[in-house]
């Protein structure tokens, strides 16, 4: 059973913008700390935001770029992203924090061109 679904993800050239989506079961993860995660080609994945209630993180790599947030009524989770940059070229993931291995999904692709 799938519990997290990311879409989203697509090209976009440098200082361009997506947002990701994540939709999520709100039976099981209603209470549960929530994060976007990446994985870049040849690197190990690593948390870009987290997020419960008003308490969010985010990497420094992404900070003042990138939004996360909760729409607990679409049982949906966001990141937009805005001003790209080529070191953003990953597969993004979402899971909760931290990050437990039966939730992991395929992700969704970004790939920012220079």
Known sequence: QVHLV???GGLVQTGGSLRLSCKFSRSIFAKS???WYRQAPGKE???VARKYRSDI???DSVKDRFTISIEGA???MYLQ???LKPED???YYCNTYPPARQFWG???AVTVSS
Request: negative net charge; glycine residues 12%; aromatic residues 8%.
């Open 89 to 91: 070229t990953a597969v």
């Open 33 to 35: 700390i929530m994060g």
């Open 106 to 108: 395929q992700g969704t």
């Open 74 to 76: 679409e049982n949906t």
């Open 45 to 47: 994945r690593e948390l």
């Open 81 to 83: 992203m805005n001003s």
């Open 6 to 8: 990311e879409s989203g």
């Open 57 to 59: 993180y985010y990497a």
